[in-house]
T-cell receptor, first 113, second 112 residues
Framework: GQQLNQSPQSMFIQEGEDVSMNCTSS?????WLWYKQEPGEGPVLLIA?????ELTSNGRLTAQFGITRKDSFLNISASIPSDVGIYFC?????????????FGQGTELSVKP | DAGVIQSPRHEVTEMGQEVTLRCKPI?????LFWYRQTMMRGLELLIY????????DSGMPEDRFSAKMPNASFSTLKIQPSEPRDSAVYFC??????????FGPGTRLTVL
């Protein structure tokens, strides 16, 4: 099915480093969401973005809704071992696709203590 | 407040058997979604409900799949008959606004 382009696919970093990942789409979205998924669990909502240009933080996490409405990025500052997991972006085009989330392929994050 | 509850967490069945997955959404949420996650296709929407009414079932793969929401606090996803290619993790999600969706822990289905 339709997917967003999420990069990088994986990251191996040292504890304390900052992390950046992004998603791009050929389609415009009204909402961007960022989720984290750990093994054997469901995706957990980290940040929701509703307006173009919006910059939102949640602790050490910061995400932005791109001005063009076709991209979003997520930054994690001062990474810690519990940040390990797969991070997914998701876009929503409410007016044309209702509640259907379109997901990126995920960024697998590994943090070395 | 309790999150989305799914049962069972794991299901192993043989090809041809009927499988029923259950979901209890977050109280007060008007939207309920069923997703499937596989390595090949990632997370895909199967169907979603608003106020217990199916709104979009275009993601349901075949007639073997059916979903119901008899009331605001319960939904089922049924596969009959099941096939090995149905093996996946099935997630239920709910939301107050159609876009901001909260996922349950999932049901890992294995069809032998």
């Amino acid at each position: 099915g339709q997917q967003l382009n999420q990069s990088p696919q994986s990251m191996f970093i040292q504890e304390g480093e900052d992390v950046s990942m992004n998603c791009t789409s050929s389609s415009i979205f009204n909402t961007w969401l960022w989720y984290k998924q750990e093994p054997g669990e469901g995706p957990v909502l980290l940040i929701a973005l509703y307006k173009a240009g919006e910059l939102t933080s949640n602790g050490r996490l910061t995400a932005q809704f791109g001005i063009t409405r076709k991209d979003s990025f997520l930054n994690i500052s001062a990474s810690i071992p519990s940040d390990v997991g797969i991070y997914f972006c998701a876009g929503v085009d409410i007016y044309n696709q209702g509640g259907k989330l379109i997901f990126g392929q995920g960024t697998e994050l590994s943090v070395k203590p | 407040d309790a999150g989305v509850i799914q049962s069972p967490r794991h299901e192993v069945t043989e090809m041809g058997q009927e499988v029923t997955l259950r979901c209890k959404p977050i109280s007060g949420h008007d939207y309920l979604f069923w997703y499937r996650q596989t390595m090949m296709r990632g997370l895909e929407l199967l169907i979603y409900f608003n106020n217990n009414v199916p709104i979009d079932d275009s993601g349901m793969p075949e007639d073997r799949f059916s979903a119901k929401m008899p009331n605001a606090s319960f939904s089922t996803l049924k596969i009959q008959p099941s096939e090995p290619r149905d093996s996946a993790v099935y997630f239920c999600a709910s939301s107050l606004k159609v876009d901001t969706q909260y996922f349950g822990p999932g049901t890992r289905l294995t069809v032998l």
